[in-house]
């Protein structure tokens, strides 16, 4: 008997299939109900209880052997068939659809924006997000105790204090400002880091847009017709603004500019807390000494600068309502994008 295994084992060992098919019967014929290794346990039945240990051992290796190899001898055959291209069995049958991908919501609202400020005369700019002091804070008269320098808001690198990843895509306002002469018109998408604790409302990388227009004769008037232009654009023709007096170092006058909000009509829900208004950018007219900062005589001229976060324009306008989300690349929440603009 024992000859008789080994003998098994030994042609187990050796099978070598030319298909699938080939590989089955030989698993019926060896493994199957009614197979080889089967007769062999009806007959370790009649076996002398002195020589059933061993040979118990033997069956059960023979066993654990073939089920082993069989399992082998498939994965070759079907990486085999992989290799050489699977096995065409219709040459008549449709190809598999690969599903398209979509944009993502912040490359989409991007878009939208800088081709509302394109369709003005704008054009688009960039810039580093691994900046130094001067154009992230210096040029933009940012005093140098000011908290927005501090370790807690901006990351440093390599705890060098003059090379920073940019807090805010004005940086991108003085590099066009030292490299370009009035008229200006640029707008400026990018993204920006600051040190912040993430939650569904801040995280500490988001995307912004700067805007910028110089040029002889500016006017306050100026900025408040273009911004309402691009909100009637981007949120629909009956959008409202209203500004408010604020303070920017490289503004002055600055504003907040806040739209009427979307969602309710301007009659108050949670998203504008009840006050009927959304803030959505800052703005003002470029502080002569950031204009001097970067070559500009401020004597000739004047402009408008403004800056706004893509991802809250976002979630106002799709009612996203967890900023985390844009940040996940999870299927569910970037497929209900595909059909957007
Ligand atoms: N840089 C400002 C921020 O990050 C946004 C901003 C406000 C940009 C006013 C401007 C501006 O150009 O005029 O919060």
Not at 90 to 96: A, I, K, L, N, S
Request: aromatic share 10%; glycine share 8%; hydrophobic share 35%.
């Amino acid at each position: 008997m024992t000859e008789k295994i080994e003998r098994l084992l030994q042609r187990v060992e050796e099978f070598s299939p030319r298909s699938a098919a080939e590989l089955e019967e030989f698993r019926i014929r060896i493994l199957g109900r009614k197979g080889e290794l089967n007769d062999i346990m009806e007959e370790f039945k009649g076996v002398a209880p002195e020589l059933k240990r061993e040979l118990g051992q033997r069956i059960n290796k023979l066993k654990t052997r073939a089920q082993e190899r069989i399992s082998e001898l498939k994965g070759e055959l079907e990486s085999r068939t992989a290799e050489e291209g699977g096995t065409i069995d219709d040459m008549t049958r449709p190809g598999d659809c690969q599903p398209l991908g979509s944009r993502h919501p912040i490359s989409l609202v991007r878009n939208e924006i800088c081709g509302i400020f394109e369709r003005l005369g704008y054009t688009v700019a960039e810039g580093p997000e691994i900046e130094d002091d001067w154009h992230v804070f210096s040029a933009l008269n940012f005093p140098p105790e000011h908290p927005a320098r501090d370790m807690q808001d901006t990351f440093f690198i390599e705890k060098n204090p003059d090379i920073l990843l940019r807090t805010h895509t004005s940086s991108i306002q003085v590099r066009t400002m030292e490299t370009h002469k009035p008229p200006i018109r640029v707008v400026c998408p990018g993204r920006v880091f600051r040190n912040e604790a993430i939650s569904y409302r801040a995280h500490c990388i988001f995307h912004q847009i700067e805007g910028l227009y110089i040029d002889e004769n500016v006017s306050f008037a100026d900025m408040k017709q273009s911004l309402l232009y691009f909100v009637r654009e981007f949120f629909g023709e009956d959008t409202k603004i209203r500004l408010r007096p604020s303070y920017f170092p490289f503004t002055e006058p600055s504003a907040e500019m806040d739209i009427s909000c979307n969602l309710c009509g301007g009659k108050g829900c949670n998203v504008c807390k009840h006050t009927g208004w959304l803030e959505i950018m800052g703005c003002g007219m470029v502080d002569p000494n950031v204009l001097e900062a970067c070559g500009i005589d401020s004597n000739k001229y004047s402009g408008f600068a403004f800056g706004m976060g893509v991802e809250r324009c976002s979630m106002l306008k799709y009612g996203v309502k967890d900023l985390r989300l844009y940040f996940e690349n999870d299927v569910r929440f970037l497929h209900q994008f595909d059909t957007a603009i």
